[in-house]
């Protein structure tokens, strides 16, 4: 085991192995902290997260020739300098995102036939205005026809256009 760390380390510098030494025990301690802590719960509570990371048993350092030294909360940091809120988190952004999507389709049903009954009472009225001018229209078309047709119920003004 010690030729294989020698061929590893060869070449590095003491600052080099150092930094490998620290990521490596940092990963390490995460791993047992996270067997018993959740990201959402390492986020919400870094006092209990630092306290952890302090209280793991002396033994596990001392199996890896080193102290306990507590995880900084920028080792939590990812990639992109973002904090995972974890699983949790993005399952109620989700279902507050389904309740928002469900409750605006309801409302604009609600308004659609709402709207579509406005329109067809609006046609009814109009229906029923046309058929009334059509009614008035052809009673006075037949009322008209009717004094026109009886030769004693003649308008004085008619004979005038019957002459020759």
Known sequence: MLRSAVEQFIDKSVKEIQEIAMYTLEGHQRALIMVAMTVDEIFRDRKSFHRRSLTLPPRIYSTWGSKSFPIHSRTLR???????????????????????????????????????????????????????????????????????????????????????
């Open 78 to 164: 990812m990639k992109r300098n973002m904090v995972s809120l974890g699983m949790a988190r993005t399952s109620e952004i989700q279902r507050d995102a389904r309740i928002g999507e469900a409750e605006a389709n309801r409302d604009s049903q609600i308004e659609t036939s709402y709207l579509e009954e406005q329109r067809i009472a609006s046609k009814y009225e109009n229906d029923t205005e046309i058929e009334r001018y059509k009614r008035d229209f052809e009673l006075k078309k037949r009322t008209t026809t009717w004094r026109l047709s009886c030769p004693g119920r003649r308008p004085s003004w008619h004979s005038s256009f019957n002459r020759p």
